[in-house]
DNA sequence: TCAATTTAAATGACATGTCATCTATTATCA
DNA sequence: TGATAATAGATGACATGTCATTTAAATTGA
């Protein structure tokens, strides 16, 4: 077991949440670039899945990623030709976002690495610890902006 | 207390990861900005402050924002005045970086708000609730890649 | 009805992360 | 001694995050 650094818990825990953040996105990153997915690509393509039609503001609000209109990474993944965009009929200053056929296979990809990266996790840390890490992290991040978030994507409730 | 999704323990901490440390960096951002200086920037300043001088392998070895070798970020730090970089005598593929006087003044700014930001975060949360996420999380990131630069740091032992 | 205001999205500019490639320097080895 | 290999750092190109500004469309209110 490792020996932390007790006399500035909050540092530490600064840099753990950075270390274990970046330590994660470089191992999911290693796993999408095999499908040519970025990792800001995949979570659009997943919340897309899950909600679709999304205007870019609703799809910015559910982002965990993204904080803004996501034009850029959109029409990316327009030229890519995952996912489909069309001018609102009712209101043209919006779009509706959508998965192609295209965009709906390459979620199926995304999943498949996604869960066979979390049975990883949940294989190498005790469920228990887990639950406790996730609930004390919850209760931190509860009055926060970005609560609103998780909860529009059903992580927290 | 929040309730969270534990059908899904192993993507809920993902997320909750991936919150938690946007959120910090948005809440550090705001007031970095107040003096100019970027998160990435004031890692770079406090790594220098503690370590100086370095290569620039060494610091990027040292940066948990920072994987490789940072040569455009430094060098913006030479271009504001704030990093002094000379080539090594012994081996002029080498650079020697250490902080200027402006730069040492600039940290003390950055060790101000950090300061003030650990101890908001540690009225806000019990000491012991912290320090037990210390510990998870550094046990979770022992066997990383990551683990080398968080003992390089003294974030962890 | 029309001016003013608000809203959705796009874009410019900048910072930074990532990967590949290049240049310059030093080390190694026959 | 010189060719080859390894190393440090820089740069090109691309992706994305952030903030400010712009454009186009819809709403509001007099």
Redesign the pocket.
């Known amino acids: 077991m490792n020996q932390i650094n007790n006399s500035k818990p909050a540092e530490t825990f600064r840099y753990l949440i950075l270390a274990t953040e ?1 330590q994660g ?2 191992i999911f ?2 796993t999408f ?1 095999k499908i040519g997915v ?4 995949a979570e659009v393509l997943k919340v897309l899945q899950e909600n679709e039609p999304l ?4 799809l ?1 609000a559910m ?1 965990i ?12 993944l327009v030229t890519t030709g995952w996912v489909q ?1 069309e001018t ?1 009929e ?6 509706n976002l959508s998965l192609s056929k295209e965009g709906k296979e390459k979620v199926l990809q995304i999943t498949k690495i996604e869960d066979s990266l979390y049975k990883m996790l949940e294989q190498s840390v005790p469920i228990e610890i887990l639950e406790n890490l996730n609930m004390q992290l919850s209760n931190l991040l509860s009055e926060q902006p970005i609560s609103h978030t998780l909860r529009l994507r059903g992580i927290i409730k």
């Open positions: 970046r996105r470089s990153k290693e670039k970025t990792g800001a690509q205007s870019l503001k609703e910015g982002l990623c993204e904080t803004e209109s996501p034009s850029r990474l959109i029409n990316r965009k609102s009712k209101d043209s200053r919006f779009v």
